[in-house]
């Protein structure tokens, strides 16, 4: 390898010199003395000469086979490169849909959002942009006959012209908590029922 090399340079090194150099003529007889570095030089070519300066980037150690595999896929315990499959997957007992653990299903979320954005736009119509001072009471179609009179003592009621939704409970329209403002004789725990 080193020999093609050299002798490839050489060639072009040879057809260089005689392209640049214009022919003598005949003619005239010239007396050319080279001078005596172009001389030495010529004596004592050296191709490392030329590779000295451009070439220090090479590696110069071969890469092991387990290195070329830890750059390729990585390690378990480091990095992994690997595409592994997902074990946090989990399907919702509701619709079907596969959602990741510690999260909402994205698909009976999408519901909650729809049904929420319909009472906002509902309430703005209803009761203005003014500020709220009382609770609001939202009853869907069907349901007013179910609460007494006082239930909608001092609140502001909006009534929708829809059934309410399977998965939209009562309870989560009831007060409870720390500022309930019951007596203790009519706090009691909220529990999911009717959801469905």
Not at 75 to 98: E, F, Q, S
Not at 118 to 139: H, N, S, W, Y
Not at 171 to 187: K, M, T, Y
Request: charged share 25%; aromatic share 8%.
């Amino acid at each position: 390898m080193y020999a093609k090399l050299l002798t490839s340079f050489m060639l072009v090194r040879r057809r260089l010199q005689t392209a640049t150099t214009p022919p003598t003529p005949q003619w005239i007889p010239l007396v050319v003395q080279a001078p005596q570095q172009l001389m030495e030089k010529d004596a004592s070519f050296d191709i490392k000469s030329i590779f000295d300066g451009f070439l220090w980037g090479v590696p110069t150690c071969r890469r092991s086979a387990e290195k070329r595999m830890m750059r390729k896929y990585g390690a378990p315990n480091w990095h992994n490169k690997l595409i592994l499959p997902r074990k946090d997957i989990k399907t919702c007992g509701t619709c079907g849909h596969n959602h990741e653990a510690g999260r909402l299903c994205p698909n009976c979320y999408s519901k909650v959002k729809a049904e929420t954005s319909i009472l906002q736009e509902k309430m703005v119509q209803e009761l203005g942009l003014d500020p709220i001072d009382k609770e609001i009471a939202i009853i869907y179609q069907g349901e007013k006959n179910q609460f007494d009179d006082e239930f909608f003592k001092g609140k502001r009621v909006v009534q929708m012209e829809k059934p309410r939704p399977k998965w939209f409970s009562k309870n989560l329209l009831q007060r409870s908590g720390p500022n309930a403002n019951l007596s203790n004789s009519e706090v009691t725990t909220i529990k999911p029922h009717d959801l469905g």
